[in-house]
């Protein structure tokens, strides 16, 4: 980018040098034609500096934002997944389930409490010596909704697989996919839920667009997607910097 400036400021100068050349050195008949169309070119190349250089400065600007709404809605499909497999011990493959799910699950509340009973294996083997244990009790206080522990009275979770407002081609959505690995001859469950940064930015620079999928540093979004979770590794991080928000 810098060597595009340096090159429309080199010819903006080169023709303003020609304007004044023509000025002093060119048949007066000739001068009006000629210097209203190398200002014009100077308008344009003028023009063009600008741009190149407001053009990054304004993508930065809409990327921030965008990505902001999109994390949101990714914070919301973690959220609903991890409660899915806290109640049934696996992640939703799909939307349908996970929103049906949060519209009908409900969490179970419980208690913990230690208690000492009677041990009466080792009570035998001592000969009617009476020989306690210590044992924990769990006891079932309640049930609550998913629904109201996530999202209150909050409708959002039921669009949660649809890109924000204004953001990507009309009816974009997120992908998200969901199943096991092994680990260390254990199945694990896993999930992923992502969005190209192509969809995100589908109405920006090309080339802006093209540098932002090769970004590689610690403050941005590495890689050409917005995502969270691993379909790869056990894992339900986003791969967002945490200026935009809780990754974990």
């Known amino acids: 980018m810098l060597t ?4 429309a400021v080199a010819s903006i100068l080169l023709t303003i040098g020609l304007v004044w050349l023509i000025d002093k050195f060119l048949p007066t008949s000739l001068k009006p034609v000629i210097i209203i169309a ?26 921030k934002k965008r990505y902001a709404k999109v994390i949101e809605k990714l914070i919301d499909i973690r ?4 409660a899915h497999r806290q109640v049934t011990g696996k992640f939703a493959a799909d939307f349908d389930h996970l929103i049906k799910f949060i519209d009908t699950a409900k969490y179970t509340i419980t208690q913990r409490r230690d208690s000492t ?6 009570t035998k083997r001592y000969g009617g010596v009476e020989t306690t244990k210590d044992i924990i009790i769990i006891d079932t206080l309640g049930f609550v909704p998913v629904k109201d522990s996530l999202f209150k009275t909050s409708p959002r979770y039921k669009t949660m697989m649809n ?11 997120f992908k998200m996919e ?24 589908f109405d920006q620079d090309t080339d802006l667009v093209i540098q932002e999928n090769q970004v590689i540093a610690v403050d941005d979004v ?5 995502m969270v979770g691993s379909m790869s590794e056990v894992k339900t991080n986003g791969n967002w910097p945490k200026t935009y928000g809780d990754d974990e």
Do not use: H, R
């Open 4 to 7: 595009i400036i340096l090159i």
């Open 38 to 63: 190398l200002w014009a070119l100077i308008a344009f190349l003028g023009y063009q500096t600008y741009m190149s250089v407001y053009t990054p400065i304004q993508f930065n600007q809409v990327k």
């Open 79 to 82: 959220d609903a997944q991890l």
């Open 117 to 122: 009973v009677i041990d009466e294996e080792m």
């Open 163 to 173: 890109l924000p407002a204004g953001i990507g081609p009309e009816g974009a959505k």
């Open 178 to 201: 969901a199943g096991t690995i092994d680990q260390n001859d254990v199945k694990i469950p896993v999930f992923e839920a992502s969005v190209k940064k192509n969809v995100i930015f």
């Open 222 to 226: 590495n890689g050409d997607a917005l």
